[in-house]
């Protein structure tokens, strides 16, 4: 992608999205049945209880009814693994909703996300999903698919003893490492923190099976309509 852009200044627009089907979709959960391991165990039945208290977000109503806005309006697009300085067979995100209260902080919590990914239904559908524009249009509400939750903790809110720096203290869930994300300025055609300061995200695709990992950040199963793509 040759497009050139210019960088988001640090400002409310850094809290864009960084940033889950039915019983006939794949879902990447591990079992723990035939294992002796305590720790598949515990991971695999909170996955279950993250899903069951997520599940009410398949209606994006739901979500817009919590408080969730559209990282539309914050400056950005449909992540794609593309505009993000990376390989294009990777795929995409897809349509973030974020809660910004409390956005960022260590004290994540997946049970109560503080980002909702989407997936279009039809990539050829004529919405900009906006907040507003979901609120008020039915039919696009309809053609988003919950795909994903995702949290995000900021590095510099993140307490380091002296001599320590933030990657002595990398946030885990279940033994899981969050990837650690920072713009490069020497790129200047891409941010590759999505806007936001350095900081470290974890996607858990709990509703749109992803070839690539139940945690990977981009799913090859996504595709974003050209005009709301992240350039």
């Not at 990447?28 to 069951?52: C, F, M, N, V």
């Not at 897809?94 to 990539?123: A, C, M, W």
């Not at 993140?158 to 720096?165: K, N």
Request: charged share 15%; proline share 7%.
């Amino acid at each position: 992608m040759n497009t050139v852009v210019k960088k988001p200044r640090y400002s409310l627009s850094l809290c864009m999205a960084i940033l889950v089907g039915s019983a006939s979709l794949m879902i990447s959960i591990p079992s723990s049945a035939g294992s002796s391991s305590p720790s598949l165990h515990a991971r695999s039945t909170d996955l279950a209880k993250i899903r069951a208290s997520t599940n009410q977000f398949k209606k994006i109503e739901n979500a817009l009814g919590a408080g969730y806005i559209s990282s539309i309006d914050l400056g950005a697009g449909c992540s794609t693994a593309e505009s993000e300085g990376h390989p294009s067979q990777l795929g995409a995100m897809g349509i973030h909703l974020v809660d910004l209260q409390d956005f960022g902080s260590p004290e994540f919590d997946f049970h109560n996300p503080s980002v909702l990914v989407y997936v279009p239904k039809s990539p050829n559908a004529q919405c900009s999903y906006t907040t507003d524009e979901l609120m008020n249009n039915k039919s696009c509400r309809d053609n988003l698919s919950l795909a994903a939750v995702e949290e995000v903790v900021f590095a510099h809110l993140i307490d380091v003893e002296e001599r320590e720096g933030y990657w002595d203290n990398v946030p885990t869930f279940h033994e899981q490492q969050f990837y650690y994300l920072h713009d490069n300025p020497s790129t200047f055609w891409v941010d590759e923190a999505h806007g936001f300061p350095p900081h470290y995200a974890l996607h858990i695709w709990l509703f749109k099976h992803n070839p690539a990992g139940l945690f990977a950040p981009w799913n090859p199963r996504v595709k974003c309509p050209d005009s709301l793509s992240h350039h």
